[in-house]
């Protein structure tokens, strides 16, 4: 069915009807519903329209006729984002790039690939694998999100302790900004003059432009990789594990830590090996050269007996190894097994806090009546506590926020930050205030504006209304704080 318009609404589709073709422009009711969301709590907000973004040019006529009709532009990929970042504002034109999914090159001497933003992240990650590289950040959701989201968010995963987020793998990014001027942002050379913009792009959540070419850094593959999963009666003991790791000098590509209720919901959901009785446990992989990865697993397992672990394992093949790690990449999926929503939360606090800060997780959970789960990067001390719910209880969804902003709050009072992978959005923006002082925040803004002097690219997002520029204000009709 076809939504019935306002002429607003009609003199968009006319102008980029004239651009693009009728399929690629959608206006029925299911594509703006699609559109209206992401994977997070914010409530979704219909676009005007939205854009099957098929080629470069088409980006570029987009923008332009954005620019020249005073209309916002939401960029989207997946729609994995759990921070409101792909949520539009109202009568915004949602550009998609999902259709640009094509992998340009891949240059096995000089260790690149090129990339349209549609391209997902285990699409090319499988691509590489086959010729002896990979491409090193993994977010769960590695099996639908795509790069132009990863570059969007500055993207980590499990294995960016050892190699880096997103922004460490990006070389160069070819983007359309509002009006449809097009830049160049970064190069091959590694420590190119200037400015750098590139690095300013990256975790610019769509506010910035939007990417048509991203060109990344590939990985050869390790010759020896090595996973062992570590026991504990408790999650103190798992938590203090990670750190005496690190403090031994030891940096694997990753550690995961996981707690006893996500655990058994994993166990029901793949059956992955996990002890179902411990109280957490901690996954911990390490690569590089033989000797030094048998040096690292003798080490490791020594401090995990120091630390009580009440059982060492190492994966004896790959097929155990990518059983583990499938129970670790399925556990957002697991949280099912126990109620039918979650929120998902991320923060970054130190590793020497984890434990503390663990608990007081836990007494959130205890004071709003919630059930909390954990799994999270512990190597560096990225948190993901999930709050599991079911939204047909009468006044759950607040409680669920409630909890959610003190888990924040907790984060920032152990010296964290907001956000180490999923971003502000609308999520965050109301504790920006509480982290960046106003002289920071205006000095994003300049950043954002220097970029985009109309505030259309992705308006109302990241920044709080008081420091972001009075025409995103009046364009934007999603207020931090509107929550499902």
């Given amino acids: 069915m076809r939504r019935s318009g306002s002429r607003g609404v009609d003199r968009v589709e006319r102008a980029l009807l ?34 099957l973004a098929e080629s470069h040019d088409d980006v570029v006529a987009m923008m332009t006729i954005a620019a020249d009709l005073g209309v916002p532009v939401v960029p989207r990929g997946a729609g994995t984002g759990l921070a409101g970042g792909a949520v539009p ?9 999902a259709r640009m999914n094509r992998v340009l090159d891949v240059d096995r ?7 349209q933003p549609g391209v997902v992240n285990l699409d090319l990650d499988r691509l590489l694998r086959s010729t002896g590289f990979h491409f090193s950040p993994d977010p769960s959701s590695q099996q639908v999100c795509t790069l132009g989201g990863n570059v969007a968010n500055n993207s980590g995963g499990p294995h960016c302790l050892a190699y880096g987020v997103t922004s460490a793998h990006v070389l160069a990014v070819r983007v359309v900004l509002v009006g449809g001027e097009v830049v160049d942002l970064g190069g091959d050379d590694p420590e190119p003059c200037g400015l750098d913009l590139r690095g300013a792009f990256i975790g610019g959540e769509g506010t910035l432009g939007i990417a048509t070419e991203i060109t990344v850094a590939i990985t050869p593959n390790p010759p020896v990789t090595r996973t062992l999963l570590l026991a504990y009666a408790d999650m103190t003991s798992a938590a203090n594990t990670v750190s005496s790791i690190i403090a031994a000098g030891i940096v694997p590509a990753a550690m995961e830590v996981m707690d006893q209720g996500i655990v058994r919901a994993i166990e029901q959901y793949v059956g992955a090996g996990y002890p ?9 992989e390490v690569e590089g050269l033989e000797g030094g990865v048998a040096a690292n697993e003798v080490a490791i397992r020594g401090i995990a007996e120091r630390m009580g672990a ?4 190492t994966a004896v093949d790959e097929a155990e190894r990518a059983l583990l790690w499938k129970g670790r990449k399925t556990a957002f999926g697991a949280v099912a097994n126990i109620a039918p ?30 059930m909390i789960v954990n799994v999270f990067h512990a190597g560096d001390g990225n948190l993901h506590p999930l709050i599991v719910f079911d939204r047909r209880d009468p006044g759950v969804l607040e409680r669920v926020h409630e909890a959610g902003a003190d888990i924040v709050r907790a984060s920032l009072a152990a010296g964290g930050v907001l956000s180490g992978e999923h971003g502000i959005g609308i999520e965050k923006q109301e504790f920006m205030s509480a982290m960046f002082t106003d002289d920071d925040l205006d000095h994003q803004n300049r950043l954002r504006r220097s970029f985009d002097p109309l505030g259309l690219s992705n308006p109302g997002k990241v920044l709080p209304s008081s420091h972001s520029c009075a025409d995103i204000q009046q364009l934007s009709s999603v207020p931090a704080g509107v929550w499902l």
Avoid at 19 to 46: E, F, G, I
Avoid at 347 to 352: D, G, K, M, Q
């Fill in 18 to 51: 004239t651009v693009l073709r009728p399929d690629q422009v959608k206006t029925d009711d299911a594509s703006l519903r699609v559109a209206a969301r992401d994977a997070s709590l914010v409530r979704p907000t219909p676009p005007a329209v939205v854009c």
């Fill in 89 to 97: 504002s109202g009568g915004a034109i949602v550009v998609s790039t």
């Fill in 109 to 115: 001497d000089n260790g690149s690939a090129r990339v």
């Fill in 276 to 284: 179902t009785d411990a109280g957490a446990v901690l996954l911990v």
């Fill in 310 to 313: 009440t059982s060492i394992r």
């Fill in 341 to 370: 929503d979650y929120y998902l939360h991320d923060t970054v606090v130190p590793r020497a806090r984890l434990a503390s800060v663990l608990d007081e997780v836990a007494s959130i959970g205890v004071r709003h009546r919630l």
